[in-house]
């Protein structure tokens, strides 16, 4: 069974950063694509960025490209968002997601593994 506990959200004033982790437990991390995606308040949820079991293909949605990035440690088990440049619009709980088929990239299927969410606040 594979858990995925996200940490490292809070407050930022805008134009500050963040480093979003998460902590994956199973054996089969290494495997399968992550990703992380947002829900704000009152909208749906929507993707972020993804990366491919080796971390060689990343992708992002428009709204956080070159502003946010997506990496990964198979050796520790854990993925990161750094997320810069932080604006009003993106507050939002972030989640984390493991792929439960593809290696390439994050779908975001009901069926994959998610954390429990980590909230991120921006001040103006």
């Known amino acids: 069974q594979v858990q995925l506990v996200e940490s490292g959200g809070g407050l930022v004033q805008a134009g500050g950063s963040l480093r979003l982790s998460c902590a994956a437990s199973?054996?089969?991390?290494?495997?399968?694509?992550m990703g992380w995606f947002r829900q704000a308040s009152g909208k749906e949820r929507e993707f972020v960025a993804s990366?491919?079991?080796?971390?060689?293909?990343?992708t992002y949605a428009d709204s956080g490209k070159g502003r946010f990035a997506i990496s990964r440690d198979n050796a520790k088990n854990t993925g990161y968002l750094q997320m810069n440049s932080l604006q009003p619009e993106d507050p939002a709980v972030y989640y984390c997601?493991?792929?439960?088929?593809?290696?390439?990239?994050?779908?975001?299927?009901?069926?994959?593994?998610w954390g429990q969410g980590t909230r991120v606040t921006v001040s103006s």
């Open positions: 997601n493991q792929d439960s088929q593809s290696g390439v990239v994050a779908r975001g299927s009901k069926s994959d593994y």
């Open positions: 990366i491919s079991w080796s971390g060689d293909y990343t």
């Open positions: 199973g054996q089969s991390f290494s495997s399968y694509a």
